[in-house]
């Protein structure tokens, strides 16, 4: 029982500790020529689906204080300009746009693969999660973006099709890359816990 707790507690630091780095530097950019990709829910996604909702829940706030860092110009990437404007004119709406999606990252994933598996396998239902947990990211951070530009009296309409666009372009790959990443990762977790 100690062993699983702290082993538990130490894989939930390391992939925190990948959070802060991919957030916080370029490495969890993949370029793809126009755009960028973030990995930066993968780390969520993997804790949840390894060790449950409650240390992926611990994740996902981390994940939402690493975007608000990011925002705040404490990241060795530059801001996005859209949340900077935002920023700007409600410091309180940019923090629950921060992390009210990263929180809902893990349920998500965890809701998402409990139904996949239960209908299928495992092999379908780990990818499956992870795209559906990169994809609530996506759709919930642009999409509280574009409600909060409303109620910060912001101009929303001259930047929805730069929201629909970034939603669309970097949603989809964002869900395909999480969906690669995580079979492979989630394979060689299980393979060190049956050590």
């Known amino acids: ?3 699983s707790r702290t082993r538990a507690l130490t894989l939930t630091a390391i992939l925190a500790a990948f959070i802060f780095l991919f957030g916080l530097t370029p490495l969890g950019l993949i370029p793809l020529g126009f755009i960028n990709v973030t990995i930066l829910a993968v780390p969520v996604i993997i804790g949840t689906l390894s060790l449950g909702l409650g240390h992926g829940l611990v994740l996902g706030f981390f994940f939402g204080l690493v975007s608000l860092m990011s925002v705040l110009g404490l ?15 409600s ?3 940019t923090v629950v746009m921060c992390f009210l999606p990263r929180l809902l990252v893990p349920l998500f994933t965890h809701l998402s693969y409990g139904l996949v598996a239960r209908l299928s396998s495992r092999r379908l239902a780990i990818p499956a999660a992870a795209a559906v947990g990169s994809l609530t990211n996506t759709v919930f951070y642009l999409g509280l973006m574009y409600l909060f530009y409303q109620l910060a009296a912001l ?5 929805v099709n730069l929201i629909l666009g970034i939603a669309f372009i970097a949603g ?13 990762i989630m394979m060689a977790l299980d393979k060190l816990q049956k050590r």
């Open 155 to 159: 101009d929303a309409a001259r930047v």
């Open 172 to 184: 989809f790959s964002e869900a395909a890359v999480a969906a690669i990443l995580s079979f492979p």
């Open 75 to 89: 990241s060795l990437t530059p801001p996005s300009a859209l949340a900077g404007t935002l920023l700007a004119a």
């Open 91 to 93: 410091p309180v709406l």
């Open 1 to 3: 029982m100690k062993t």
